[in-house]
């Protein structure tokens, strides 16, 4: 059975993507494609952490720093590691106080660094 190519991806590149760019050549110093990794790992955790942070917002009922009748609130964060194609990346994934918070962001990154762990893997075995 014939190996299925992966799509080549085609970078479409808008003013405002460059824009981005150039703040991320500020904002990270890049100098190397080391330093491009290391900012996406960075970008990668802020991504999630923000996502988490929306979701405990709707979860909740009400934005963070905010009043509210809800007898359930904030209480604090716990740390987790999630291992991407950049390294490992600590978050801090905030918690409530009746812990019925779940992140579904962090379940689906699991998922898909699960699969891309899983499909390295098998690419060594193969040679």
């Known amino acids: 059975m014939a190996?299925?190519?992966?799509?080549?991806?085609?970078?479409?590149?808008?003013?405002?993507?460059?824009?981005?760019?150039?703040?991320?050549?500020?904002?990270?110093?890049?100098?190397?494609?080391?330093?491009?990794?290391?900012?996406?790992?960075?970008?990668?955790?802020?991504t999630i952490k923000e996502m988490m942070e929306a979701e405990m917002e709707d979860h909740l009922g009400y934005e963070k720093s905010k009043r509210s009748d809800n007898d359930d609130y904030r209480n604090g964060y716990k740390r987790k590691r999630v291992n991407s194609s950049y390294g490992s990346v600590e978050i801090e994934v905030p918690q409530d106080r009746k812990s019925t918070f779940q992140p579904q962001i962090v379940k689906s990154v699991r998922k898909i660094f699960q699969i891309s762990i899983r499909r390295s893997s098998l690419c060594m075995l193969r040679g």
């Open 3 to 46: 190996k299925q190519k992966k799509p080549i991806h085609r970078v479409q590149m808008t003013e405002g993507k460059r824009n981005i760019i150039h703040q991320l050549l500020e904002e990270y110093d890049i100098q190397t494609a080391e330093d491009i990794q290391d900012a996406l790992k960075d970008l990668l955790g802020g």
